[in-house]
């Protein structure tokens, strides 16, 4: 019983910070002010924050593992507020500036990179810390790199990573599809079951056989869209081209990685290509007008932006 109330409560949790997430990706899609940027970098920091705090928890133990895990949760709390308390100064002047225009993001490059980079970290903060928390990873790391390197494998292939990152990436899909160029959303459409096709993530012969099967499926479908493209010759933009193939090619990744998980056991190389997958899947949610050929530059909103004014003040 008690074991059921603590996976009920990690399932309210993992999908709270997943809808959060989406929600701090669409916010990094459309905004083009450096405040309401860095307060998208503070939501995210804080969810690092509290993330680390239990894994500081963790590896300390006890009554001095809870403090040391509010001192550093605390620490980075305080650094993101800093960040937008200094952001809200610099852009202050600009702001009381009758008639001036509202300034634009600098390096909008470099802002997105923070973004993409957050969600990743957050998201395996999460399964790795929601798995100590559920009992399905050993708390010590063992000795040496690769016991290490194994048990951060498996906190990636975990429930706590797959089906939180499924969920955000359909919840990003369901408030970012109208802004995404036509030919890349078949592609992003298929990446959040091509997550949850995850053999590894339930010890069960019918999930692993099921979603074996299923991950091999979305492989020819997307291989099937891209050759369905060239022999028609759709006008495809060269980036969605380069998207499609880059897609397939973490699937390949993935097949190998299936391999060597039924083989020896190891799901490195599997973890390997879900991370590879959020990060295509994240740099497309953060800035589709780099698809469609209209990168965003400072001073600039692309045509797709600018025709949803409503979802950069959400």
């Known amino acids: 019983m008690e ?77 993101s507020v800093v960040i937008v308390f200094l952001t809200f100064v610099r852009e202050r002047p600009s702001l009381d500036a009758a008639g001036e225009l509202a300034p634009r993001i600098a390096r909008r490059g470099v802002f997105l990179a923070s973004v993409i980079g957050l969600v990743l970290l957050n998201e395996f903060l999460m399964g790795w810390s929601f798995s100590l928390l559920a009992g399905e990873i050993p708390v010590g790391v063992g000795s040496g790199a690769g016991q290490l390197g194994a048990i951060l494998a498996e906190a990636v292939v975990s429930p706590w990573f797959v089906f939180p990152m499924a969920l955000e990436m359909l919840l990003t899909l369901r408030w970012l599809l109208g802004a995404v160029p036509a030919p890349l959303r078949r592609y ?18 019918p999930w692993a056989v099921g979603t074996a099967v299923g991950a091999s499926l979305l ?52 973890a390997v290509s879900l991370l590879l997958q959020m990060l295509l899947f994240l740099h497309a949610s953060t800035d589709p007008a780099y698809y469609a050929g209209t990168p965003s530059l400072p001073g600039e909103v692309p045509a797709n932006r600018a025709a949803a004014p409503d979802s950069s003040r959400s």
């Open 3 to 79: 074991t059921t109330v603590v996976l009920f409560v990690l399932s309210l949790l993992a999908s709270g910070m997943a809808a959060l997430t989406a929600v701090t990706v669409r916010w990094a899609a459309f905004t083009t002010a450096p405040l309401r940027a860095s307060v998208v970098q503070f939501l995210l920091l804080m969810m690092s924050g509290m993330l680390l705090g239990l894994l500081v928890y963790f590896a300390i133990g006890g009554s001095s593992g809870i403090v040391a895990g509010f001192w550093v949760a605390g620490a980075i709390m305080s650094a």
């Open 188 to 205: 992003l459409i298929i990446q959040p079951v091509a997550m949850v096709c995850s053999p590894p993530t339930i010890s069960a012969l």
């Open 219 to 270: 492989m020819g479908l997307a291989v099937a869209i891209l050759l369905l493209a060239l022999y028609r010759g759709e006008d495809v933009p060269p980036r969605v081209f380069t998207f499609g193939w880059r897609l397939i090619s973490t699937f390949g990744v993935m097949a190998v990685g299936l391999y060597a998980w039924v083989v020896y056991r190891n799901v490195e190389l599997f």
